[in-house]
């Protein structure tokens, strides 16, 4: 959008959307058959995965109406508010994905 490609910006948006609300329907379609996966980590691990953890399901909660709200201003042409909200929901939809990747890397890869 910075190099004023706005149909790449679009595709780009577009294409992380949907990416991640099929993560979303696997992710939800994965625990309604396997259930809770407690973690087994032991010592400083713990409680820091616990902190990762609450932060990312905080900000996954989070980042659900922000992006239907930024998206919404985008479908309606208002440029300001949507900017006004994407200044806001792309920091916490990146820090939301890179939380995840943690999140499964100390649960299953631990």
């Known amino acids: 959008i910075r190099r004023n490609n706005s149909s790449a910006h679009r595709l780009g948006m577009i ?9 979303l329907c696997s992710y939800l379609i994965y625990h309604h058959e396997v259930g809770y996966v407690p ?3 032991q ?3 713990r ?5 990762i953890l609450f932060t990312h399901v ?3 909660a989070a980042i659900v109406p922000l992006v239907l709200i930024t998206l ?3 479908l309606r042409g208002n440029t300001q508010q949507h900017r006004r909200f994407a200044a806001w929901t792309l920091p916490l ?12 890397i100390l649960v299953f890869r631990l």
């Open 72 to 74: 919404f201003h985008a």
């Open 47 to 51: 409680p820091l995965y616990f902190t």
């Open 15 to 23: 294409g992380a959307l949907i990416t991640s609300v099929l993560f």
């Open 39 to 41: 973690f087994t980590g």
């Open 93 to 104: 939809w990146l820090y939301t994905s890179i939380t995840g990747v943690m999140v499964y």
């Open 58 to 60: 905080a900000t996954a």
């Open 43 to 45: 010592g400083i691990i």
